[in-house]
């Protein structure tokens, strides 16, 4: 079975994302969010994210925005003339407005957006989700020791990105890690992380051929599904959102099979 679906040219670039990503991260005033940890609300299943202002400095977006468009054009220099046009376009309220829809997943601003301004769909959305995510990090870490659970079928505690991704550790644990923004939680082992159903006669493990280590998590209750890599061996462990590219594979199947990234709540 072929497992390595992307390409090692795609891994490099987004190991580059990322490292810019850290460095942002790290030149950020802690001071830039200011969050509400309202355990009520979050017990409801609201996530940090929707509990925290997020004050965007336009200089430091622009100069992002700009290290970004370095770094994609090292792949790929006929992007130059749209990211200048992005560029261009980008004002400080503007600046606002991207952060505001990247952390509501508004794909139908940015449809809009690269429509009305001759961009590559894919352009504004990713743009914006690259330098959000700097945030998003940055507000995981500082809160991480209080996060401890999650509510089914709600997503990453912080961020709200839909559970897809975990790894066995210690004595063989099952933890969460969001690959969006690094926060990890404990799950049960025999819990379905989309409906909360307990059943382990509709928990199913599906196993890849020679990978050992690696198990998808499937629910026969609301047909989600979650990758479970034990890293426990690894040498080094990588990222979550590296872990998750290098596990595409793993989702093809898991979606071959009938499951599906978020499982769907019967009524
Ligand atoms: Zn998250
Ligand atoms: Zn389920």
């Known amino acids: ?47 940090l994210v929707a ?25 790929n220099a006929d992007l130059e003339s749209q990211l200048n046009r992005v560029i261009e376009l980008i004002d400080e309220e503007t600046a606002k407005v991207w952060m505001e829809e990247a952390f509501s997943f508004n794909h139908l601003y940015f449809k809009k957006f690269a429509e009305e301004n001759v961009l590559d769909e894919w352009i504004p959305p990713f743009l914006a989700e690259t330098l959000f995510r700097p945030y998003l990090q940055l507000l995981s870490e500082k809160t991480q020791s209080k996060i401890s659970q999650a509510v089914a079928g709600c997503g990453c505690p912080v961020c709200g990105e839909p559970v897809r991704l975990g790894q066995l ?19 049960k082992k025999l819990s379905c992380s989309h409906c909360g159903n307990e059943d382990y006669e509709k928990m199913k493990y599906l196993t890849v051929e020679g990978k050992p280590t690696e198990q998808i998590h499937v629910c026969d209750e609301c047909k989600g599904y979650t990758k479970i890599i034990d890293t426990r061996q690894f040498i080094t462990k990588p990222s979550p959102e590296m872990l998750d590219l290098k596990t595409i594979h793993l989702d093809y199947i898991a979606q071959e099979n009938g499951y599906m990234v978020m499982g769907e709540i019967k009524k």
């Not at 550790?169 to 404990?186: D, F, S, T, V």
Request: one cysteine or more.
């Open 1 to 47: 079975m072929k497992t390595s679906v992307v390409s090692n040219e795609y891994q490099k670039l987004q190991e580059e994302i990322m490292k810019l990503q850290e460095q942002w991260k790290q030149n950020l005033n802690p001071d830039s969010i200011d969050f509400r940890l309202d355990s009520e609300a979050m017990k409801t299943g609201v996530p």
């Open 51 to 75: 509990l925290t202002n997020f004050d965007v400095k336009f200089p430091l977006f622009v100069q992002w925005v700009d290290e970004l468009k370095q770094l994609l054009m090292s792949q």
């Open 169 to 187: 550790e210690g004595k063989g644990q099952k933890i969460l890690y969001c690959p969006r923004c690094h926060a990890n939680w404990p799950e």
